[in-house]
């Protein structure tokens, strides 16, 4: 994959994935190379972790927790271009439509927004309000973290999955090559930063690996192979999903 032993992290690349899935600014263009930017999603994650727990922090000196928390929504889908969540709707009426698995590809191919596209896009970011307004102790640090744990859930989807469409998409140059378990080395820092959680780490490391099982054996067993557009609902279900979970840890 191109990763060097000794020297995991390169700067390019990281600034590259930051481009690729942010509106972020990632320096100067250049040579577009996929398989470098993949082990730098999960730390993507936690750059978007760290703003949007930022901002967090300094607007509930200004505003209650509700409205704070729908900012903290509104802020992640502005700092991505609404990428994900363009994929979350393009997914769910692909995959809702009850039809073949041509079909599928080819309805979350259409530009246009359906109603089960529309209800999923609601619904996940209600849950990720609702559990944000509700989410009070080490509130910080799950903004921080959770980011990072919906995107790294990405490396194993492409790990397990085949590309769905081979006559090209978005995602079609990101599977070129096998993913090697070496490029999952950006797993380590988030899991590192975790411990910091105490107990509750092992909460959401088991939810977020429930998440990540769950959603590959639906695409494996629903049309067997993956895009990038459920690959970026995968994000977002994952997000919502470890929201609501770690609001429901009292401890």
Request: glycine fraction near 12%.
């Amino acid at each position: 994959m191109g990763i060097k032993p000794g020297n995991l992290f390169e700067v390019p690349d990281f600034l590259a994935a930051v481009k690729f899935i942010t509106v972020l600014p990632g320096g100067r263009g250049g040579e577009f190379k996929p398989a470098r930017m993949i082990p730098y999603f999960p730390l993507v994650g936690l750059l978007l972790g760290a703003l949007a727990a930022g901002f967090d922090w300094a607007a509930a000196h200004l505003w209650q927790r509700p409205l704070v928390s729908l900012l903290d929504v509104v802020l992640l889908v502005i700092l991505t271009g609404a990428f994900h969540i363009d994929g979350l709707g393009d997914t769910a009426d692909g995959l809702f439509s009850h039809r073949s698995r041509e079909r599928v590809l080819e309805i979350m191919k259409d530009s246009r927004i359906g109603v089960m596209g529309l209800v999923a896009v609601a619904a996940t970011l209600a849950i990720k309000w609702g559990a944000l307004a509700e989410l009070e102790h080490q509130r910080s640090w799950l903004i921080f973290l959770i980011p990072g744990y919906s995107r790294a859930g990405i490396l194993f989807a492409m790990r397990r999955l085949p590309y769905g469409r081979p006559e090209g998409g978005t995602g079609k140059a990101f599977f070129e090559k096998e993913l090697k378990w070496r490029s999952f080395w950006s797993l380590a820092p988030l899991w590192l930063l975790s411990l910091f959680l105490g107990a509750k780490a092992v909460v959401l490391m088991i939810g977020w690996a429930g998440c990540v099982v769950a959603a590959i054996w639906f695409y494996r067993r629903r049309i067997g192979c993956v895009t990038g557009d459920l690959l970026g609902a995968m994000v977002e279900t994952t997000e919502a999903a470890l929201f609501l979970l770690m609001t429901a840890c009292s401890f």
